[in-house]
């Protein structure tokens, strides 16, 4: 199984919104609602941002949020801070029973 | 507090076993789903293996099978990770993970680190 697409690298200002891709197929994102994001700092582990697509968890501001179109899931990061500066990984459950991820995406806040 | 603190990691040669263990705390370990993920320094998140909550059911990356055997110990809170026949490409950050269904990870650990070199 191939790892989902998602863009290398993605950039914003302050307040502005910005939206990561993440390109399945039908095996995977296309069919099944477990798709999560996690953001990762460097040198940190990776924390749970949104589950089964476009859920938040307790804690997770409203800034961010999540849908899917298709074989493609989308992260949308509204009113950017600096604390957002971090890579961001989509994931989802696949045909085979068990999960891949996206290969990550550098947000940048300029 | 709810944590997850991994620990066996080292610098093997090619070939070689390690076994790696995850200490749950702060939660009921028993309910949950865990897994292993890995990640190359600098790299992106690669999913190893899953075990069910009772260890009836395991499951593995392909680059694996074989060579890997995820098992837990639930008196212990306790998750393990028996790595065998290890190869130069096994060398990462391996992290356990709690899974909060169908291998959404809520809970991860900080990681402990495998090199195998020679």
């Known amino acids: 199984q191939s790892a989902l697409t998602q863009p290398a690298s993605v950039s914003g200002s302050p307040g502005q919104s910005i939206t990561i891709s993440c390109t399945g197929t039908s095996s995977d994102v296309g069919t099944y609602k477990y798709v999560p994001w996690y953001q990762q700092h460097p040198g940190k582990a990776p924390k749970l941002m949104i589950y089964?697509?476009?859920n938040r968890p307790s804690g997770v501001s409203d800034r961010f949020s999540g849908s899917k179109s298709g074989n493609t899931a989308s992260l949308t990061i509204s009113g950017l801070q600096a604390e957002d500066e971090a890579v961001y990984y989509c994931?989802?459950?696949?045909?085979?029973?068990?999960?891949?991820f996206g290969g990550g995406t550098k947000l940048t806040v300029l | 507090e709810v944590q997850l603190v991994e620990s066996g990691g080292g610098v093997v040669r090619p070939g070689g076993s390690l076994r790696l263990s995850c200490a749950a705390s702060?939660?009921?370990?028993?309910?949950?789903?865990m897994s292993w993920v890995r990640q190359v320094p600098g790299k992106g998140l690669e999913w190893v293996s899953g075990i069910n909550w009772n260890g009836g059911s395991t499951t593995y990356t392909d680059s694996v099978k074989g060579r890997f055997t995820i098992s837990r110990d639930n008196a212990r809170s306790s998750l393990y990770l028996q790595m065998n026949s290890l190869r130069a490409e096994d060398t990462a950050l391996y992290h356990c993970a709690r899974d909060q269904s169908l291998y959404t990870f809520d809970i991860w650990g900080q990681g402990t680190m495998v090199t195998v070199s020679s």
């Open positions: 089964d697509v476009s």
């Open positions: 702060g939660f009921t370990f028993h309910s949950h789903g």
């Open positions: 994931s989802s459950y696949t045909s085979s029973n068990i999960p891949i």
